[in-house]
């Protein structure tokens, strides 16, 4: 990622912990592996006039072999309904696994992928994967999923429910109750999680 990039990114998260006051929306979501709590997900909405900023930050610790610590960060700026600015960070143990980042350069909107992906994504982008935890997607086909910096298929499975099918045969699904985010279940090859709402 270009050191002009990782300021931006930065300097995005500094503001959003700058403007989040008694005003912003918050949610907290305990992360569960075969029925125990190993983490939690801090999830923030905050509106400052035109624009609105999202960010999602989790910590947990599991083990697959042996035992690992994973952080994520995934921040998302809108301005108005469409989207400014993205990005989304993993670390596991320490150590980068995944990085991605999406900012506009003039009209363009320029995305850079760990580690060497850089392409423009051409068209606005309205629904991601964190607007989807305060708002119910209803009848959206395809979401942005910040982390593959590109739209996925979407599908409706039932009433306020769910599946974001993701690359690499990934599968998140979502459950809503009265258009409040509830659980997701993420299902992995080697795993799945739930991410249930406290």
Same mark, same amino acid.
């Given at each position: 990622?270009?050191?002009?990039?990782?300021?931006?990114?930065?300097?995005?998260?500094?503001?959003?912990?700058?403007?989040?006051?008694?005003?912003?929306?918050?949610? %907290?979501? &305990?992360?569960?592996?075969?029925?125990?709590?190993?983490? &939690?997900?801090?999830?923030?909405?905050?509106?400052?006039?035109?624009?609105?900023?999202?960010?999602?930050?989790? &910590?947990?610790?599991?083990?697959?072999?042996?035992?690992?610590?994973?952080?994520?960060?995934?921040?998302?700026?809108?301005?108005?309904?469409?989207?400014?600015?993205?990005?989304?960070?993993?670390?596991?143990?320490?150590?980068?696994?995944?990085?991605?980042?999406?900012?506009?350069?003039?009209?363009?909107?320029?995305?850079?992928?760990?580690?060497? &992906?850089?392409?423009?994504?051409?068209?606005?982008?309205?629904?991601?994967?964190?607007?989807?935890?305060?708002?119910?997607?209803?009848?959206?086909?395809?979401?942005?999923?910040? %982390?593959?910096?590109?739209?996925?298929?979407?599908?409706?499975?039932?009433?306020?429910?769910?599946?974001?099918?993701?690359?690499?045969?990934?599968?998140?699904?979502?459950?809503?109750?009265?258009?409040?985010?509830?659980?997701?279940?993420?299902?992995?090859?080697?795993?799945?999680?739930?991410?249930?709402?406290?």
């Amino acid at each position: 990622m270009p050191k002009n990039s990782f300021r931006s990114w930065s300097f995005l998260i500094s503001l959003l912990y700058a403007t989040c006051g008694t005003n912003a929306q918050n949610a %907290s979501y &305990n992360i569960l592996k075969g029925g125990d709590v190993i983490g &939690n997900i801090q999830a923030t909405r905050k509106v400052s006039g035109d624009r609105t900023y999202y960010s999602m930050i989790s &910590n947990s610790e599991f083990s697959i072999l042996w035992k690992n610590t994973v952080q994520s960060t995934t921040i998302t700026e809108y301005h108005r309904k469409t989207i400014t600015s993205c990005g989304a960070h993993m670390r596991i143990n320490g150590e980068m696994r995944d990085s991605s980042r999406m900012t506009l350069v003039g009209a363009e909107a320029h995305c850079y992928v760990h580690p060497r &992906n850089h392409f423009i994504h051409n068209g606005t982008v309205e629904w991601t994967t964190a607007r989807m935890y305060y708002e119910e997607p209803i009848g959206q086909p395809m979401i942005f999923v910040e %982390s593959v910096m590109g739209y996925c298929p979407m599908e409706t499975t039932g009433k306020g429910t769910y599946k974001l099918t993701l690359p690499e045969g990934k599968v998140n699904h979502y459950t809503y109750v009265g258009g409040i985010l509830q659980e997701v279940l993420v299902i992995r090859s080697l795993f799945d999680l739930v991410f249930r709402r406290v």
